[in-house]
Structure formats: C-alpha cells, structure tokens
Nanobody
Framework: QLQLVESGGGLVQPGGSLRLSCAAS????????VGWFRQAPGKEREGVSC????????YYVPSVKGRFTISRDNAKRTVYLQMNSLKPEDTAVYYC??????????????????WGQGTQVTVSS
C-alpha cells in the first residue's frame, strides 16, 4: 500500500519561505502524478500544483504560479514544494497525493486517490 508522508510545515512571516516534502513509499511510473493540495479552515481542499512521474511536467494554479516550485527526487522518492513570498492567504493544511492522472492544466482532487496526513503552514506576523 502506497504511503505518503508530508513534512516541512510551520509558522513563517509574510514574505518568508518554506519547503514542504512528500516522501513516498514508492512512485508509480507511467500515467501517474503527485499533487500538492491545501485546505484552509472552512474552505474546500484545493489543488495547488502537480508533477508527472513520467516526464516531470508541472502545473501551478494561478494563485501560486511564480511563487511556488514543485520538484522531485526520484532516488529519494520525494516530491518537494518550495514556497516563496508567502502570504497570509497561503495559510492551510497542505497535503500531497498520488493519482492516476496526467498533470497538464489542472489539479483535480478527484483524480488523486492516495493521500498523506497533511502538514500545517501558517503565514502570520
């Protein structure tokens, strides 16, 4: 059974940076992607970014494009989310997930079946 474990969350001031990590027990090659999602209090879980296991193609939602960078280290079976220029509205629990999905123009929650437990990110002065 695939296991995903997020880490790297914490409290940071506006304008600061954090790097989240998602360690996987295995990566499924082929038509699979790893996505980062976030859920703020009282809001729906939303996709933030994704990266394909096959070709490394990435996608970012407009609200984080230019500030967040997703990357992966296949040898470590880890996907990272580097978050720069953080804003208070980035405050949420961040989750990673793997799904049978080709990442190109969206990060649909329904396409991702295996989820981690989440890590809290709080942006506040």
């Amino acid at each position: 059974q695939l296991q995903l474990v997020e880490s790297g969350g914490g409290l940071v001031q506006p304008g600061g940076s954090l790097r989240l990590s998602c360690a996987a027990s295995r990566f499924t090659l082929g038509y699979y992607a790893v996505g980062w999602f976030r859920q703020a209090p009282g809001k729906e879980r939303e996709g933030v970014s994704c990266i394909n296991n096959s070709d490394g193609r990435t996608y970012y939602v407009p609200s984080v494009k230019g500030r967040f960078t997703i990357s992966r280290d296949n040898a470590k079976r880890t996907v990272y989310l580097q978050m720069n220029s953080l804003k208070p509205e980035d405050t949420a629990v961040y989750y990673c997930a793997q799904g049978n999905y080709y990442c190109s123009s969206d990060v649909p929650r329904a396409a991702f079946a295996s989820w981690g437990q989440g890590t809290q990110v709080t942006v506040s002065s």
